[in-house]
């Protein structure tokens, strides 16, 4: 049973960071692709970016290119996000996500990925 487990969320100042971890569990992610999501109350989850788990291929939405940075640890099964610059519009639940993907390492889509954690909330006060 795969499980993800997200952590690093708070209240956190404009300009400020903040670094959010997922930890995987539940078999080995090999070949898999991890995703971290941002949802705001009624909208749809927004993709933020993606690591590939064993080359280590990133791939970033525009809107956040240049302020987040998406890593991994295999030797820790964790996943992070490396938030910088803080803005209110920041605000949200940030969600982790997996998803069976040895070709593609671009899956900006919810739709692709077939496991989520429980999200953890960011708050960025102005």
């Known amino acids: 049973q795969v499980q993800l487990v997200e952590s690093g969320g708070g209240l956190v100042q404009a300009g400020g960071s903040l670094r959010l971890s997922c930890v995987a569990s539940?078999?080995?992610?090999?070949?898999?692709?991890m995703g971290w999501f941002r949802q705001v109350p009624g909208k749809e989850r927004e993709f933020l970016a993606s690591?590939?788990?064993?080359?280590?291929?990133?791939y970033y939405a525009d809107s956040v290119k240049g302020r987040f940075t998406i890593s991994r640890d295999n030797a820790k099964n964790t996943v992070s996000l490396q938030i910088a610059s803080l803005k209110p519009e920041d605000t949200g639940v940030y969600y982790c996500?997996?998803?069976?993907?040895?070709?593609?390492?671009?899956?900006?889509?919810?739709?692709?990925?077939?496991?989520w954690g429980q999200g953890t909330q960011v708050t960025v006060s102005s």
């Open positions: 690591v590939s788990w064993s080359a280590g291929i990133t």
């Open positions: 539940g078999r080995t992610f090999s070949g898999y692709l």
């Open positions: 996500a997996a998803t069976f993907s040895p070709i593609t390492s671009r899956l900006p889509s919810e739709n692709d990925y077939h496991y």
